[in-house]
């Protein structure tokens, strides 16, 4: 094992521009973070923000016509520009993923032992036999009723729950140094969130993994990452560690989200606080800073160039030239 | 059963009294009856006019069955759904297909609710050339003014669904349910596809249409701040039964059943000092075996021999309260599930 403060996956400047048909679009823009063995970093932000974007360019995921900039070192390697035979290599065995849909992320055709062996057969030296026993017990491990009876079972026999546990075995069969959760839980109902985040939670714990989470759900960030990033229009707008951006949120946009949310106990007739406007085309995102145009405290420097991010706190960065007016606004809840 | 404690006013806009439907599943052997799920199992509820009703409870609670049924678009196994004192599944099918103007439905999805082919104006307009002939003219000016109170523009009319965000989609969904003018809107998980500052202006558009037109909602949702915001009562669902059901404020701070408790305390907190808090394994009873005792006994800290033996049954526990629980004065006499700082 490295040593314990170098970080396990460094990502900086990293930058990617798709293709679409409607000219190429910046989907993501300066991200930079790093991360060391056993810790938790939250990506929120809306659909089209860049977070998805952002966790398939690390794992060498994105289409072949995505030009990506920056750097994603994996222990020190280099993984921009690395061909995709050798990411092979590394996806599923190295650096997994849970997607967001359980119904879709398996193959319908085979049994659930099968895909959870698959990584095995492909990374390690095991054989099939090896390999199916291996596959029951992480099936276990995930808390899968009967492992050893339902391993030739085929998908659709299983619930939403059970089919994201599935999946998160998959993910793991491999003991990766880093698991991207791309909304895990978001299909689920929320006692059964609950009972799959205190598992990814265990398993985070127990091997010593690094977690990416991504989520549209504040709530789920807060529970259940150390540091957070608020991602809008392809940059990061917000970062810090979790409880530093909840008690202070800098940004206008985080503000936003977090007003936005219905919460429990806001009794009928409650009018929630709704962000101006829509989301930005990331094929003709404005010139200056991303959230500008919905922005209640936006003025004409704000459109003229990105701004950069400013320190309000000890590792809490928030990317707007205007966080005097907006955290003296008394900030959250205003 | 009624409320009996609260007097009626007025007639109820929609009354159901002791739903039921069961589906048969596929026969698994030849020389066994085939099994049946109790999706829906004796709900009773009433909506007056221009209140609301919150469904909420998990997948395979029944809440989406339930839907089907206010919406008769399912005969139900046993049980009654009236519109207005009127009996759905009594009226000869030209009465009912007329009687649809009064109830609408919003679709979850408003990405696969809304024909990519056709335009919003066909879109919009359909429920209405559903009820009879009318004439084109008519039909856009009728369009034009629900596209404008639900926040969209005329010139939206002539454009194709591909062409709108999904928080657009989902007012051209609420538009076309607005368009015959009907008494009620039966929406299940309206905003639960939307990004949150989305759903915010949609949340926001239903309330400002029910005060415009005295609407009455009947929300399926698993999300219970959307319901707590827009409902004046909710009913808890738990496989195919009402476990709970009273005011918002009351079930929220007074929970009487387990379960609500349980699915109040699962939802997470965004606040700083968010720690996780252990559930533990709960798993989900089966909606094919209806065993005696309490359907939620297996997954209930409370549960002890008598809810195993016996079934409890939906009782008052205050006023417009009702739970069905065998230990209901200990699960209120427990301290109120936090509720969201404000």
């Known amino acids: ?334 | 059963m009624t409320m009996p404690d609260q007097p009626s006013p007025a007639t109820p806009l929609l009354e159901v009294t002791d739903l039921a439907q069961r589906y048969t599943l596929p026969r698994e052997s030849l020389f066994k009856p085939a099994a049946q799920v109790h999706a829906l199992n004796g709900v009773t509820a009433q909506v007056m006019p221009g209140r609301s009703l919150g469904v909420v409870g998990e997948s395979g609670s029944g809440k989406s069955t339930f839907a089907r049924l206010v919406m008769a678009l399912e005969l139900p196994s046993a049980g009654q759904v009236s519109l207005l004192g009127r009996d759905l599944n009594r009226m000869p099918p030209d009465e009912l297909r007329r009687a649809r103007r009064d109830f609408q439905m919003v679709f979850q999805d408003p990405y696969g609710s809304l024909d990519p082919r056709q335009t919003i104006a066909r879109i919009v307009a359909e429920p209405l050339t559903a009820l009879g002939r009318i004439d084109r003219a008519t039909l856009r000016e009728r369009v034009a003014i629900v596209l404008r109170q639900v926040g969209l523009r005329d010139a939206d009319m002539d454009k194709f669904p591909h062409e709108f965000s999904g928080g657009q989609r989902q007012r051209i969904a609420i538009a076309r349910a607005l368009i015959t003018q009907p008494k009620l809107i039966v929406a299940d998980e309206p905003v639960s596809a939307l990004d949150v500052s989305v759903q915010a202006q949609v949340l926001n558009l239903m309330q400002d249409l029910q005060d415009e037109f005295g609407l009455s909602y009947i929300l399926i949702s698993h999300d219970l701040a959307v319901v707590d915001l827009l409902c004046d009562e909710i009913a808890v669902m738990y496989l195919g039964r009402i476990v709970e059901q009273g005011r918002p404020a009351d079930l929220f701070a007074h929970s009487a059943h387990p379960y609500t408790r349980a699915l109040l305390d699962a939802v997470p907190r965004a606040r700083a000092g968010g720690v996780r808090r252990r559930r533990g394994a709960q798993p989900i009873g089966s909606q094919a075996s209806a065993a005696a005792g309490c359907p939620y006994a297996p997954r209930c800290p409370l549960a002890d021999q008598h809810c195993r033996e016996t079934a409890p049954a939906l009782r008052n526990v205050g006023d417009a309260h009702l739970a069905a629980c065998h230990h209901t004065d200990a699960v209120m006499a427990l301290p109120p599930v936090v509720a969201e700082a404000g």
Do not use: W
Not at chain 1, 22 to 37: D, E, K, M, N
Not at chain 1, 205 to 230: F, P, T
Not at chain 1, 309 to 334: F, L, N, Q
């Open chain 1, 1 to 334: 094992m490295a040593d314990g403060d170098a970080p396990l996956i460094e990502v900086k400047n990293l930058g990617v521009t798709l293709n679409t048909s409607r000219g190429p679009a910046q989907a993501v823009r300066g991200v930079s973070f790093a991360l060391r063995r056993g810790e938790t970093l939250g990506l929120v932000g809306e659909s089209g923000c860049g977070k998805s974007v952002t966790a398939l360019a690390l794992m060498g995921l994105l289409p072949d016509s995505a030009v990506i900039s920056g750097s994603i070192r994996l222990d020190g390697a280099e993984l921009v520009g690395l061909p995709d035979s050798a990411y092979c290599k590394l996806r599923g065995n190295r650096i997994s993923m849970i997607f967001q849909e359980p119904m879709t992320a398996l193959n319908p055709m085979h049994t659930i032992g099968h895909q959870v062996a698959e990584p095995l057969l492909r990374h390690t030296g095991v054989s099939a036999a090896q390999a199916r026993q291996e596959a029951i017990a992480l099936l276990d491990r995930v808390g899968l009723p009967d492992a050893s009876k339902r391993v030739d079972a085929y998908p659709h026999q299983f619930s939403g729950g059970q089919r994201q546990r599935i999946t998160i075995a998959m993910a793991l069969a491999c003991q990766p140094d880093v698991l991207i959760a791309d909304e895990p839980t978001t299909a689920l109902d929320v006692t059964i969130q609950g009972q799959i985040l205190d598992l990814i939670a265990d398993l985070v714990a127990e091997r010593g993994m690094s977690m990416i989470l991504i989520s549209h759900d504040l709530g789920v960030i807060a529970e259940n990452v150390e540091r957070m990033m608020v991602m809008y229009g392809g940059t990061v707008v917000e970062s810090g560690e979790t409880n530093a951006v909840f008690t202070r949120m800098g940004h206008p946009y985080t503000q936003g989200l977090f007003r936005a949310r219905p919460r429990l106990g806001a009794r009928k007739g409650t009018r929630l606080k709704t962000i101006a406007g829509t989301v930005p085309e990331l094929a003709d995102l404005p010139a200056g800073c991303t959230f500008a145009d919905r922005c209640a405290i936006a003025e004409a420097r704000c459109r003229a160039a990105l701004p950069a991010v400013v320190d309000v706190g000890a590792a809490h960065g928030v990317r707007c030239i205007r966080t005097d007016v907006s955290m003296a606004a008394g900030g959250v809840g205003a």
